[in-house]
């Protein structure tokens, strides 16, 4: 009995997977990637959810509004937790102008390692 169980959770898909031919697509959208096995697509598929479900809770941990999960609550998350920061040029925190300038101020007026000496 437990064995035609498992047989039946096997064959039947999940409603909440994502769709394994985006992922196939996504997954040979790289260039390193040359043959993707269709052993590994449900694996991957499964780890991205896993991976979405600890985006969006470590976004919620971080929202100040709990009803709603907004940008600056993807960004903050993506900011603050180590683990996500390999997103942040793709979820940069959204900034004022006016902070954007002072950065780019402070930026030109301190001089770093890969600007040249100043000739005298």
Do not use: W
């Not at 896993?50 to 998350?77: P, R």
Request: glycine share 4%; net charge neutral.
């Amino acid at each position: 009995m437990i064995g035609q169980h498992m047989d039946e959770a096997k064959s039947k898909p999940r409603d909440d997977c994502l769709p394994l031919s985006k992922i196939r697509t996504i997954m040979k959208s790289s260039p390193d990637i040359e043959l993707v096995s269709q052993e590994s697509l449900p694996i991957v598929c499964r780890a991205t959810e896993m991976f979405i479900q600890h985006f969006i809770t470590q976004a919620y941990v971080h929202s100040k509004d709990k009803k709603c999960i907004g940008y600056g609550d993807i960004a903050v998350a993506v900011e603050n937790e180590e683990n996500l920061h390999f997103l942040s040029d793709i979820l940069p925190r959204k900034r004022l102008a006016g902070e954007c300038i002072d950065m780019s101020k402070k930026k030109s007026s301190s001089p770093t390692k890969s600007d040249p000496e100043p000739q005298r």
